[in-house]
């Protein structure tokens, strides 16, 4: 299914849902390169929410220890996404994050997020069991390996490309084996 059916179809269903409630806290989990942040961002564009993603916060770098990184979905930083992210948004107040950049190897200036009657959480390890049951709907996205590689290659470079290949992709796979994040999911695309 292309990103604009499945943005179809999510729509629709967090429509129905927002009849039940008035807030959601959706989550859109999967593989590197199966288009969860286009996915995410076109709802964004669309319904006006709050996008959050994972990226902001992955390990860094003192944190990067042998044993987190063997644990499966240890490669995010699940305790402070949970103090600044989850706990906050379940209060439904303005809250601020500050995310981790990658580049400078340090947390950057904050991010504020306002109250929505919508918020995306989108990224892999979004779905991680330490904060699966504090979304209203999750959700999983794949891509075929060839099709996941050459957008990797297309969006990184091949450089970044064998990166990839070779730690992040193996790490990601332990953590949906692990968890059966899939199953886990109610919508899968």
């Given at each position: 299914?292309?990103?604009?059916?499945?943005?179809?179809?999510?729509?629709?269903?967090?429509?129905?849902?927002?009849?039940?409630?008035?807030?959601?806290?959706?989550?859109?989990?999967?593989?590197?390169?199966?288009?969860?942040?286009?996915?995410?961002?076109?709802?964004?564009?669309?319904?006006?929410?709050?996008?959050?993603?994972?990226?902001?916060?992955?390990?860094?770098?003192?944190?990067?220890?042998?044993?987190?990184?063997?644990?499966?979905?240890?490669?995010?930083?699940?305790?402070?996404?949970?103090?600044?992210?989850?706990?906050?948004?379940?209060?439904?107040?303005?809250?601020?994050?500050?995310?981790?950049?990658?580049?400078?190897?340090?947390?950057?200036?904050e991010i504020c997020i306002e109250p929505h009657?919508?918020?995306?959480?989108?990224?892999?390890?979004s779905c991680h069991p330490r904060f699966i049951?504090?979304?209203?709907?999750?959700?999983?996205?794949?891509?075929?390996?060839?099709?996941?590689?050459?957008?990797?290659?297309?969006?990184?470079?091949?450089?970044?490309?064998?990166?990839?290949?070779?730690?992040?992709?193996?790490?990601?796979?332990?953590?949906?084996?692990?968890?059966?994040v899939w199953e886990q999911c109610e919508m899968?695309?």
């Amino acid at each position: 299914m292309k990103i604009s059916g499945a943005a179809e179809a999510l729509r629709r269903e967090i429509q129905v849902r927002l009849r039940e409630k008035p807030r959601l806290i959706i989550a859109i989990d999967g593989r590197c390169a199966s288009g969860k942040t286009t996915l995410a961002m076109a709802l964004k564009r669309e319904l006006g929410c709050n996008v959050i993603h994972m990226d902001h916060f992955f390990l860094r770098h003192e944190q990067r220890t042998p044993e987190r990184l063997a644990e499966p979905g240890g490669n995010v930083d699940y305790e402070r996404f949970s103090e600044e992210v989850i706990i906050p948004l379940k209060k439904g107040g303005a809250f601020a994050y500050r995310p981790y950049d990658c580049q400078s190897l340090r947390l950057a200036a904050e991010i504020c997020i306002e109250p929505h009657a919508v918020t995306i959480i989108e990224g892999a390890y979004s779905c991680h069991p330490r904060f699966i049951d504090k979304y209203d709907l999750r959700i999983f996205m794949s891509v075929e390996a060839q099709e996941q590689t050459r957008r990797i290659q297309n969006r990184n470079g091949e450089a970044s490309a064998a990166l990839f290949r070779e730690k992040w992709i193996p790490l990601e796979e332990q953590y949906f084996k692990a968890f059966r994040v899939w199953e886990q999911c109610e919508m899968r695309f």
